[in-house]
């Protein structure tokens, strides 16, 4: 069974920086790639980037140059890491298996998701 789980969210401080884990099993890790999301409640969901199986990364408008993903494929793990935390950065933050073999399309196959980690920032 496919399963992610995001994990290192939390109260950050502003103008920290977030470092978020998704660790998968139950697929083969390095043949997919993996997308990062973040939503706030009443929000529509918003992708921040992704990273595919080649090691190719894309980044949307919204992760406004603040957003490295990246991606250990002998832990079966993908990582975010977003800098200068700003106010309007608290959401949930998801990540999802992608299946684009082009980065420029990321966000339309995402089969799996995690269950998503709540991120605060405050001071």
């Known amino acids: 069974q496919e399963q992610l789980v995001e994990s290192g969210g939390g109260l950050m401080e502003p103008g920290g920086t977030l470092r978020l884990s998704c660790a998968t099993s139950?697929?083969?890790?390095?043949?997919?790639?993996i997308s990062w999301f973040r939503q706030v409640p009443g929000k529509a969901r918003e992708a921040l980037g992704c990273?595919?199986?080649?090691?190719?990364?894309y980044y949307t408008d919204a992760a406004m140059g603040r957003v490295t993903i990246s991606r250990d494929n002998s832990k079966n793990t993908a990582y975010l890491q977003m800098d200068n935390l700003k106010p309007e950065d608290p959401a949930v933050y998801y990540c999802?298996?992608?299946?684009?073999?082009?980065?420029?399309?990321?966000?339309?196959?995402?089969?799996?998701w995690g269950q998503g980690t709540q991120v605060t920032v405050a001071s």
């Open positions: 999802a298996t992608e299946r684009a073999i082009n980065a420029r399309y990321c966000f339309v196959t995402n089969d799996f």
């Open positions: 990273i595919i199986a080649d090691g190719n990364t």
């Open positions: 139950g697929f083969t890790f390095y043949y997919f790639g």
